[in-house]
C-alpha cells in the first residue's frame, strides 16, 4: 500500500503524550514533529525514556496522543476509536517487537498466514502470500516447524514476515535487535536494508548504532522531543546496544 501521491507516509505534528505516575505524571512526548516520506528509513534513537517507544506506539495506534496531529497514508488517526485504529493498522502498520511476539503453539507458515486472514485474505491468497515471504527471508524449509525450533535471528525474521503479510504502507520496529546476539542481529540489520532496497518505508527504533547508521536518517530524541537529526550516522556519542 501507498500513501498519497505527493505527499508523506507520515505526518507528525505537536504530539505530546503525559502518563500518570504514583508519584508525578510522567510527560513521555513534549510536542514531536516528524515526517516521513515514501521509501526513506528512519531510526529513531535516544536515552531510555526520551519517548521514542511512546512516539511509535502512537503512529501505530496502540496509544493516543493528547494533543497533536498524526496523519498516516493521508488519514488522519489521531481521534479515531479503538475499532477504527484496529482496521487502519491492517491497512497500513507491520510491527515487529523487541521479543516477537511469536505464537508459540502454531507454525511458522501459521503464523504468517494469520494476520492476512484476521484482515479478511481468503486462505489460499494469504497461504502463498506467506510462503513467498517465508522463501524471500530464508525461511521456506521452516514452515511447518513451531517458533520454539528457531534459533532468535529466525525468530526475528519470522516475526517481520508476519509483520509484512499485508503489504504495510509503514513497517515500525521497536528494538528489533534488542534480543538477539551480535551475528543475529547483523542478520535482522541486513533484511532491513533489503526490504528498504525494495521500497519499503520503515520507522525503526534502536539504541544500537550499527542499525542506526543503516538508515537513511537518523533522528534523535531526549527528555520527550527531538533534539535533531542526521544522515546516515547517529548523531553524537554512541549510546550502546542496550539500556
Avoid: W, Y
Amino acid at each position: 500500500m501507498e500513501a498519497e501521491l505527493g505527499k508523506p507516509v507520515l505526518t507528525v505534528r505537536g504530539a505530546r503524550k503525559t502518563f500518570e505516575a504514583e508519584l508525578a505524571p510522567v510527560r513521555a512526548l513534549r510536542g514531536v514533529d516528524l515526517t516521513l516520506d515514501q521509501g526513506e528509513f528512519v531510526a529513531i534513537m535516544g536515552p531510555s525514556g526520551c519517548g521514542k517507544s511512546t512516539l511509535l506506539n502512537l503512529v501505530a495506534g496502540l496509544d493516543t496522543a493528547d494533543d497533536g496531529e498524526i496523519v498516516l497514508a493521508g488519514e488522519q488517526i489521531t481521534g479515531k476509536t479503538e475499532d477504527e485504529l484496529a482496521r487502519m493498522r491492517r491497512r497500513h502498520i507491520g510491527i515487529v517487537f523487541q521479543f516477537f511476539n511469536l505464537l508459540e503453539g502454531m507454525t511458522v507458515l501459521e503464523n504468517v498466514v494469520l494476520p492476512a486472514m484476521i484482515a479478511g485474505t481468503k486462505r489460499k491468497p494469504a497461504e502463498t502470500r506467506a510462503r513467498d515471504l517465508l522463501d524471500l527471508l530464508g525461511l521456506g524449509d521452516k514452515a511447518s516447524e513451531v517458533p520454539a525450533v528457531l534459533s532468535g535471528g529466525q525468530r526475528q525474521r519470522l516475526a517481520i514476515a508476519r509483520a509484512l503479510a499485508n503489504e504495510p504502507t509503514l513497517l515500525l520496529a521497536d528494538e528489533p535487535t534488542g534480543a538477539l546476539d551480535t551475528d543475529g542481529g547483523r542478520e535482522v540489520l541486513e533484511l532491513f536494508k533489503r526490504l528498504h532496497a525494495d521500497g519499503q518505508t520503515i520507522l525503526l527504533v534502536t539504541h544500537n548504532d550499527e542499525v542506526a547508521a543503516g538508515a537513511d536518517r537518523v533522528v534523535r530524541m531526549r527528555d520527550g522531543r527531538v533534539e535533531g537529526e542526521g544522515l546516515g550516522e547517529p548523531i553524537g556519542a554512541a549510546t550502546g546496544s542496550s539500556s
